[in-house]
């Protein structure tokens, strides 16, 4: 199979996109641009394999229902960045690492092991008291964690872009 | 054997030491191997790593070491 070479030129023009995109959300990148660009070599390389750009620190299984949960960003980064500090692969990490106040590390992995995953609702309500009954279905980015009521997600999330197929049913 | 992915930086660290340490290893790339094979090197790589994370680092058959945890590493085979 003859693949395409990634070029640098892709790899710098990719690191300008992400890099603009992260600050303009309130994002940042590792400081260390070539950790960073050869992350971004291996979302080019997964977008090229996949079709989509899995994690680079993660093994995609190349059905994308499954990989869903580690399109970069991943469902995980967020909830990473708050406890550690930074993303499972240190592409996005906080103001303090990125200013350079701290170094970063590696972190354990959250998306749960092969054989639980897909078991349990990503979001259980437990509630004692009834729901009130909405009018609308409540749909939940599972990226950002941005709330809208209406009969169907958007199409694309208006906080951080993440695709349709990334909300889940919240109530 | 390093169980590694092409594609992860923290993956690419831990074999960079290892050949800094000058050790002899071997290491697959998990991300390259397809259907069956790739199967049997997750299944080799949950028996030490329940997690299946990478990159998973067995050291002698005997332990491993999950993650670029450069300090560890440079113990273990220190001894
Ligand atoms: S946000 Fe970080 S951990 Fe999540 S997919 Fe992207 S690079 Fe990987």
Redo the contacts between chains.
């Keep these: 199979m003859n693949v395409p070479e990634i070029t640098e030129m892709a790899i710098d023009a990719g690191y300008r996109t992400l890099k603009a995109d992260a600050e303009k959300n309130g994002y940042r990148l590792n400081p260390d641009e070539e ?1 960073v660009k ?2 971004i ?3 080019l ?2 977008e090229q394999r996949y079709g989509y750009r899995a994690c ?5 299984s190349g059905k994308k229902e499954e990989d869903l949960d580690i399109i970069c960003p991943c469902d995980y980064r967020d909830a990473d960045i708050e406890e550690h500090g930074t993303c499972y ?2 592409l996005y990490v906080n103001e303090a690492i990125a200013s350079g106040k701290q170094k970063v590390a ?1 972190i ?2 959250r998306r749960p ?2 054989s639980e995953r897909g078991k349990y609702p990503a979001v259980k309500i437990v509630s004692t008291t009834a729901m009130p009954v909405f009018p609308l279905p409540v749909w939940r980015c599972r990226v950002c964690g941005y709330l809208c009521a209406r009969e169907q997600p958007p199409g694309v999330c208006p906080i951080c872009k993440a695709s349709k197929e990334r909300f889940e049913r919240f109530v | 054997m390093l169980y590694a992915l092409s594609t992860c930086q923290w993956c690419h660290k831990t074999k960079v030491l290892l050949e800094e340490l000058g050790i002899a290893f071997d290491y697959e790339y998990v991300d390259l191997l397809e259907g069956k094979e790739q199967d049997s090197a997750m299944d080799s790589v949950e028996r030490w790593n329940p997690s299946g994370s990478f990159p998973t680092l067995v050291i002698d058959n005997k332990r491993a070491i999950v993650g670029f945890r450069e300090q560890e590493i440079r113990e273990a085979l220190a001894a």
């Design positions: 950790f050869n992350l070599r291996g979302l390389k997964n680079p620190c993660r093994l995609a692969c240190a590696p354990p992995e092991p092969r």
